[in-house]
């Protein structure tokens, strides 16, 4: 369960800074913190239209919307390499720039996407009503 300070101080973060985008891993994620942090969407007392930008760590999904990360790819690969303990138990870098290049595949055909990044992009009362149904069945 996620503390209720917690989901006070991410609200008013998102009100404080006027966010008109929200990032956060795709609810269907296995891993509990990526569920947790989706579970904050439950309550979310925002009345603006913010767009909730789900990004891909684990689920196999198709995306609804794409960015060519091509020219970032190598600046990534070091930023998964910060996470040493995760490393110690799999090769994500491997693992998530695997994925970016069978994203690329649903990119324009060009030679300049080699990789990709898969997003769901949803209006944030939209977003609250799939983490209701299903967190909550």
Partial sequence: TIDTKIKSKVE??????RADIVFTPFLTDDHQDHQNINKLFLDFKIKRNIKVWCYQ???QLKGNYYVNITDCHKQKRRMIKFYKSEMRIRN???FIMSLNVIHSRYMPRS????FAEMYFIF???FYKKLCNKFFKG
């Fill in 12 to 17: 008013q973060i998102i009100k404080d800074f």
């Fill in 123 to 125: 209006d944030i009362k």
């Fill in 92 to 94: 994500w870098e491997s």
């Fill in 57 to 59: 760590i684990y689920s």
């Fill in 111 to 114: 030679p300049e996407v080699r």
